[in-house]
Antibody
Framework: QVQLVESGGGVVQPGRSLRLSCAAS????????MHWVRQAPGKGLEWVAV????????YYTDSVKGRFTISRDNSRNTLYLQMNSLRAEDTAVYYC????????????????WGQGTMVTVSS | EIVMTQSPATLSVSPGERATLSCRAS??????LAWYQQKPGQAPRLLIY???TRATGIPARFSGSGSGTEFTLAISSLQSEDFGVYYC??????????FGQGTKVEIK
């Protein structure tokens, strides 16, 4: 069965860095685009970043551009999110999610999600 | 960016009753819309994609409808395990992928 397991969260001071990981199993990781989605405490879902199945394309939400970097290692079935210059407003649970495809092979919904890892940015 | 707006914010429903949730897009998203369920302390779960297709393992009491800018998620006979927060999401025009703010379905 599809499994996504995030790790790397914790408490970090503003301006510092953190790297999240998402270990994938139960499917051909190298065939799927992957996303990071976050949820601030008591708030809704916010898409953060996506990476193409082969790493060839990456997109970010405006608020993290220039600070966060999404990457993947298909040999290790692992997705990453490098978060630099962290701010208090980045405090959230971070989920990795698998990108589904439409019949025209365009990225669509998020069909599997990990359990999330909490990132707290505080001095 | 396409803005997704859900209503109501909270829906109080008795077990066994029908629940109807609404989602509106700021511009047409065709049928490129998904619904997710999230229970407290858990990750979201995909319920519906393509506006009306149930995801794997989703009970038939969940149904989605609509296209363009107006969408509905209906739960025909609410079970205790159906209480939680429901989000709609568009994937017609990205980036970014955008979610509604959620509808909380609570026990009446």
């Amino acid at each position: 069965q599809v499994q996504l397991v995030e790790s790397g969260g914790g408490v970090v001071q503003p301006g510092r860095s953190l790297r999240l990981s998402c270990a994938a199993s139960g499917f051909s990781f190298s065939n799927f685009g992957m996303h990071w989605v976050r949820q601030a405490p008591g708030k809704g879902l916010e898409w953060v970043a996506v990476i193409w199945y082969d790493g060839s394309n990456k997109y970010y939400t405006d608020s993290v551009k220039g600070r966060f970097t999404i990457s993947r290692d298909n040999s290790r079935n692992t997705l990453y999110l490098q978060m630099n210059s962290l701010r208090a407003e980045d405090t959230a649970v971070y989920y990795c999610a698998r990108g589904d495809y439409t019949s025209e092979w365009k990225l669509s919904d998020f069909d599997y999600w990990g359990q999330g890892t909490m990132v707290t940015v505080s001095s | 960016e396409i803005v997704m707006t859900q209503s109501p914010a909270t829906l109080s429903v008795s077990p066994g009753e029908r629940a109807t949730l609404s989602c509106r897009a700021s511009q047409s998203v065709s049928s490129n819309l998904a619904w997710y369920q999230q229970k407290p302390g858990q990750a979201p779960r995909l319920l519906i994609y393509g506006a009306s297709t149930r995801a794997t393992g989703i009970p038939a009491r969940f149904s989605g409808s609509g296209s363009g800018t107006e969408f509905t998620l209906a739960i025909s006979s609410l079970q205790s395990e159906d209480f939680g927060v429901y989000y709609c999401q568009q994937y017609d025009n990205w980036p970014p992928w955008t979610f509604g703010q959620g509808t909380k379905v609570e026990i009446k």
